[in-house]
């Protein structure tokens, strides 16, 4: 996945920290050509993405599912200019959840991005993850369709707790 | 507490923006989107209409992206307020071509005039310099917002924030084009980038 980042020439990586995309965050930080930005909550990173397609840059927004919701007005900024917008998801509250209070968020995820006019495309074995981001990319950057992948809590593995 | 009395806020940012160069603006939804068409609109200026809280981070994108350039950001008591956690990842990421200048009439301007709470117990420069900026003062005289237009030129040194005492008294709206796509397009142009 981080080949294809890099292959698609994205420059800016914008996160709240998550332990399914832990590799992608330490990569991102050691990348010169990478500008990685931790967050306080999701939707900080929607806006960033925005002002770094203002800026001539193409960012991606990780993030769980739970920050979805976090991100739902700006968003709106996405829809209203027609923002290029690429997030990875990582998916509670559906496969294996030890925690129920994460699932109705988990379950309102794919429905809540579409409602923002945010495609999705679920991501659920480690061969396709790749292909995935570089074709999500083409969309989101090549096409202007806002688009988040998600990757499904079974493909990320089970929790520890 | 801010004071009911303050500068003319259309005075503030048409000072900051006099002979703007190679200055990109950012100004986040409602007065300092007016402010800043009222100042002359131009091709380097960005405006939103919705997302309120989200007006700094564009900024900060904006800013990563084009570091070489001056980058300001307009804001107000009532949007910054929405979005506190940004000045906590703007300290963080330490962009040294960007300033956050928040428009403080200690009110929600557009709803109605009620009290922020800036009128209250909070004060946006100590929230920006507990979360790391380079620079962040309280500026309630014009010889200061000159002093702070010489700096927001400059394209190192920051994050800078400043807090621009404004008065509260009601302004005829000014406003910019609503067209987002419009917008966007406009300054990719104007940097010199592909809009299609």
């Excluded at chain 1, 931790?38 to 920050?67: F, I, Y």
């Excluded at chain 1, 309102?108 to 999500?136: F, I, K, N, Q, S």
């Excluded at chain 2, 506190?84 to 330490?94: H, K, M, Q």
């Excluded at chain 2, 929600?108 to 009128?119: I, L, R, V």
Aim: a neutral charge; proline letters at 6%.
């Amino acid at each position: 996945m981080f080949a294809a980042l890099k292959a698609a020439d994205v420059r800016q990586v914008a996160y709240v920290p998550d332990a399914g995309h832990a590799a992608l965050i330490r990569w991102a930080h050691a990348d010169p050509a990478i500008t990685a930005t931790v967050l306080t909550t999701e939707e900080e990173g929607v806006a960033l993405a925005c002002g770094a397609w203002l800026g001539g840059q193409r960012a991606v927004l990780l993030m769980q599912s739970s920050g979805v919701g976090n991100c739902i007005n700006t968003l709106g900024l996405v829809a209203s200019c027609r923002f290029p917008f690429l997030a990875i998801v990582t998916m509670c509250g559906e496969w294996g959840e030890f925690n129920p209070w994460q699932v109705p968020m988990g379950q309102a995820t794919a429905m809540v991005l579409g409602a923002m006019g945010v495609g999705t495309v679920r991501v659920e074995r480690p061969d396709e993850a790749g292909p995935a981001v570089a074709a999500a990319a083409l969309r989101a950057f090549g096409r202007d369709q806002p688009v988040a992948l998600l990757l499904s809590q079974r493909l990320i593995g089970p929790q520890r707790w | 507490m801010v004071a009911r009395s303050g500068l003319d806020r259309r005075a503030v940012v048409a000072a900051l923006l006099r002979e703007r160069g190679r200055l990109l603006v950012v100004a986040g939804l409602g007065s300092p989107a007016y402010d800043a068409f009222a100042a002359g609109d131009h091709d380097g200026a960005f405006y939103l209409w919705a997302a309120m809280g989200g007006a700094a981070m564009v900024g900060l994108g904006l800013a990563q992206a084009q570091p070489d350039r001056p980058v300001l950001l307009l804001t107000s008591d009532g949007e910054q307020l929405m979005g506190l956690g940004a000045l906590a990842t703007i300290g963080v990421a330490r962009p040294g071509n960007l300033t956050v200048v928040a428009l403080d009439n200690g009110h929600y301007g557009e709803t109605g005039m009620q009290p922020s709470h800036t009128s209250h117990s909070v004060a946006l420069a100590a929230v920006a310099r507990g979360c790391g900026f380079a620079d962040a003062t309280t500026i309630d005289t014009m010889a200061g917002v000159e002093g702070l237009r010489a700096v927001v030129h400059r394209a190192k040194g920051g994050p800078r924030f400043a807090t621009a005492v404004i008065g509260a008294e009601p302004l005829p709206r000014a406003l910019p084009p609503r067209d987002g796509v419009l917008l966007k397009n406009r300054l990719r142009a104007h940097l010199g980038l592909p809009v299609v």
